[in-house]
T-cell receptor, first 115, second 114 residues
Framework: AQKITQTQPGMFVQEKEAVTLDCTYDTSDQSYGLFWYKQPSSGEMIFLIYQGSYDEQNATEGRYSLNFQKARKSANLVISASQLGDSAMYFCAMREYTGGFKTIFGAGTRLFVKA | DGGITQSPKYLFRKEGQNVTLSCEQNLNHDAMYWYRQDPGQGLRLIYYSQIVNDFQKGDIAEGYSVSREKKESFPLTVTSAQKNPTAFYLC?????????????FGDGTRLSIL
């Protein structure tokens, strides 16, 4: 079975510092995709960044970058220059095929940014 | 603006009652999804639809039903068979049914039992 593991239930970071949120995945597929979403306390899910399994370069979107290590099956999210508004839940997710194309989500990491 | 609209924002269900959560999108997306989120946990897939008039069960479909009669609408009914329906429900859509593109989410519906 394919799955996503986020081992950090909560993380603290000082404002303006960088933080890495861990994500490991398990799949036997050669073609897959990995996503990161942010969920503020209001509840909506916001897409942050995507990495395809065949992408040679690590994905970047503004202050977000994805540290993709295919052999280790990890896809860690790096947030640079943390801001107070970054305080939220962060979910790693992976596309899978089990009779239909679905996205499975990890349990999430709650990030607290300190002033 | 294009997006996904979920209604109502809050919903209360009495014992033995069926309730329906609305999800409408004007993004012209083929794929739509329903997730359940319990406090402090990730999202679990209830049902998904990759095309009009077709849908598949997700990981926790028991006690729920859906329909996809129109491309823009994917309502979720929480039936009386769902014994623990209290949760946050999120609807999502994607332009790519194969999952290579990100999903766009609504603002969610919080369902509670009276």
């Amino acid at each position: 079975a394919q799955k996503i593991t986020q081992t950090q239930p909560g993380m603290f970071v000082q404002e303006k510092e960088a933080v890495t949120l861990d994500c490991t995945y398990d799949t036997s597929d050669q073609s897959y995709g990995l996503f990161w979403y942010k969920q503020p306390s209001s509840g909506e899910m916001i897409f942050l960044i995507y990495q395809g399994s065949y992408d040679e370069q690590n994905a970047t979107e503004g202050r977000y970058s994805l540290n993709f290590q295919k052999a280790r099956k990890s896809a860690n999210l790096v947030i640079s220059a943390s801001q107070l508004g970054d305080s939220a839940m962060y979910f790693c997710a992976m596309r899978e095929y089990t009779g239909g194309f679905k996205t499975i989500f990890g349990a999430g990491t709650r990030l607290f940014v300190k002033a | 603006d294009g997006g996904i609209t979920q209604s109502p924002k809050y919903l209360f269900r009495k014992e033995g009652q069926n309730v329906t959560l609305s999800c409408e999108q004007n993004l012209n997306h083929d794929a739509m999804y329903w997730y359940r989120q319990d406090p402090g946990q990730g999202l679990r897939l209830i049902y998904y639809s990759q095309i009009v008039n077709d849908f598949q069960k997700g990981d926790i479909a028991e006690g729920y039903s859906v329909s996809r009669e129109k491309k823009e609408s994917f309502p979720l009914t929480v039936t009386s068979a769902q014994k623990n329906p209290t949760a946050f429900y999120l609807c999502a859509s994607s332009i790519d049914p194969r999952g290579h593109q990100p999903q766009h989410f609504g603002d969610g519906t919080r369902l509670s039992i009276l």
